[in-house]
């Protein structure tokens, strides 16, 4: 191993930032408009605020730290002040960066992770952005080239939006923080709702509102003479030149541990002390005892439990807690908690969302930060990475299907996909294989797999109103994917399609966003994804699909991997997906809870005018009764619902308070 | 109610999500139209097993007698008599 720095203490956790800039006919920034906009993060950084006001920027951040900062509350600059920086996120390999820096001449005042990005900068210019192991969303104004750089990371790990009003530019990290402008539109933007109940997420750029965009991840904007450049600075690639035949699985295995062990050492770094997740399943078994057998850090960990068999993992947390002997907290999540506080979820992630997933996680991050933690790692990710979701077994499955489409015998191996579900779609027999074999006519498409998944989300649109259908009908289909995927992928193997699919919807779009970023800032914890390490990623991308998927093996090699440091049972354990009671939660004794009938009522949907008031009081008549709820009646419900409160609380202006 | 009455009308209750009849006609393929998902299939052999007193047997579940209003009516008779 090569020798590493001594660990040294940074010194802040920039979380939240906020800007704008005059792009030539607007106004120059105040500092009262950008205290405006930060103070909507206060949430993510609760500890301070910093800023810098020159001419036509105006930059700002929100601090999450433990040390005080001598010298005030300014952003982070070079040498002589003409490079200037705020961001949100973490430079793992900041340590290694500042030495290289360092010989290379350059003089640092801070011993924060922030400064290494201004002298990169210096150094290498746009191009610094290859040189960070991190997570981050960068706003880095040049004041010799009068030019603002955005930069988000490569997986979308940290948000940033941005929006054109009266000639400026805004940036933020939260839609919340741009809506704190006066007279900036607040509109849900029908084709984003269209995507959302299709992909499950807008699709890049577009962000749930009009007029407002994300910053895809692994992208850049430049802003020069009042023009915007968007570029792509990386992505996920599968050329297939690039997978290796040549090694073994033992090889691979070794050199996987190799890098795993690195991408958590690094993360381990703090000032703080550092938690982690245990969900009970591999990926976050594995991040806790490389931990555990490759650290010094003694381990603190969290989890969270459910009321009802289907969804909760206790009897795993558990074993994996005496497996590590680990201060343990566990967190029991009813549904009486996620009826009560999805509203302030929603105030969070700021998106319709069609699963209560993110609901619980919200609970856990608020236990984490009473317990006086403010990081925690966890194992989000790895089934993006090395095939464990059950979309790739079953795309896998549905193709072997259609090599011989009149084999009686080929369909009985969906059985063996879902046993961790009551009511699945593969126990309805020659059903469930005709529901496997629909969408036939896409297997030449890239995004084959997803076919059944967004079929299914699709079903939402009955419940749209008439307005809403008009906006959306032709402009949302399975093919809107196609501009965003790369001129090769037909050439590339049909699981690192499948993957590319994935992680450009649910990965960045949903899951790191929603259920990720989004629940732990809400308490001011910050999140950290070894499995999400571009090194992992890049690496990852060059293993042979055979060896991600062994026949119905999901994730083989990370689980060879680490094999003899966690537990057999966990290693050889059944894929359950984290799941969440949904609309369960809303209903009481036969009846749904009150803010929930309130929202739903008639005179409220019509008001907010997205979904058919007729068609809702079914659902909810329907999701009343207790009865079995499939996949796609909860997907409609939790979506409809967290629409009207999107609506209630961004466009009507009400705060999540007024649900409590 | 007649039970092609009571299928149409838990069929548009609960999977259409209207009142509106010309919604569904008796001879839809409730797969091909997207009417029911495969979970959807369950909770109807549900209510036909409740509904009409009737038990369904593992090899009679299949698209020739579950698969659209008209199927399912015709499928009820057959096991009543």
Known sequence: MPRRPRSRPSENFMCGISGILNLGHGAAPSRGELEAMIHALRHRGPDGYGFFVDGPVGLAHARLSIIDLEGGDQPIH???????????????????????????????????????????????????????????????????????????????????YYTLF???????????????????????DPVALGEVFTFWCPLEPHSMFR??????????????????????????????????????????????????????????????????????????????????????????????????????????QKELV??????????????????????????????????????????????????????????????????????????????????APNSSLRPQILQRLYPYLKYSPASGGAFGKQFFQQGMEYIDTPFFAHVPRWSTTRRSWKFFSEELKGAVSGKVDFESICPLLPPDIDSWESLNRDQYVENHTLLSGYLLNSQGDRMAMANSIEGRFPFLDHRVMEFAAGIPPHYKIRVLNEKYLLKESMKGLIPESIRRRNKQPYRAPDSQSFFRDGKAIDWVRDL?????????????????????????TGRVIGFADNMAFVGILSTMLLDKMFVQGYSSDAFT | MSSEEKIRGFILENYLFTDDQSELNNDDSFLDQGILDSTGILEIIFFIEDEFGIKIKDDEMVPDNLDSVNRIVAFIEKKQQ
């Open chain 1, 600 to 624: 739903l009522s008639e005179a409220e949907l019509r008001q907010a005018g997205y979904f058919n008031p007729v068609a809702v009081e079914k659902l909810l008549k329907k999701c009343a």
């Open chain 1, 166 to 188: 009266q000639g400026r530019l805004y940036f933020a990290s939260e839609l919340k923080s741009l809506f704190t402008q006066p007279g900036m539109a607040r509109e849900l």
């Open chain 1, 211 to 316: 007029d407002v965009q994300a910053l895809p991840a692994g992208h850049c904007i430049s802003v020069e003479r009042g023009k915007l450049q968007l570029d792509r600075y990386w992505d996920w690639n599968f050329p297939r030149e690039q997978i290796r035949n040549d090694r073994s699985v033992g090889e691979w295995a070794e050199q996987l541990r190799e890098l795993m062990i690195d991408a958590v050492r690094l993360r381990l770094r703090s000032d703080v002390p550092v938690g982690a997740y245990l969900s009970g399943g591999l990926d976050s078994s594995i991040i806790t005892s490389l931990i555990h057998n490759f650290t010094d850090t003694s381990l603190r960990t969290f989890s969270i439990g459910f009321e009802d068999e289907e969804f909760d993992e206790s009897s795993f």
């Open chain 1, 78 to 160: 070079n040498e002589d002040g003409s490079v200037q920086v705020v961001f949100n996120g973490e430079i793992f390999n900041f340590l290694e960066l500042r030495e290289e820096l360092e010989k290379q001449g350059h003089h640092f005042y801070t011993r924060s992770d922030t400064e290494v990005i201004v002298h990169l900068y210096e150094e290498y210019a746009d191009d610094f952005v290859h040189h960070l192991v991190g997570q981050f969303a960068i706003a880095l104004w040049d004041t010799r080239r009068q030019r603002l750089l955005l930069v988000r990371d490569r997986a979308g790990i940290r948000p940033l």
């Open chain 1, 322 to 403: 005496n497996y590590l002997d680990t201060d343990h907290t566990h967190v029991t999540c009813t549904r009486n908690d996620i009826g009560r506080i999805f509203p302030r979820v929603i105030w969070h992630t700021e998106s319709t969302i069609l699963r209560t997933a993110p609901a619980p996680l919200m609970l856990l991050s608020q236990h984490v930060r009473e317990s006086g933690y403010k990081v925690v790692l966890t194992g989000e990710g790895a089934d993006e990475v090395f095939g464990g979701y059950d979309i790739f077994k079953e795309a896998k499955i549905r193709r072997f299907c259609h090599r």
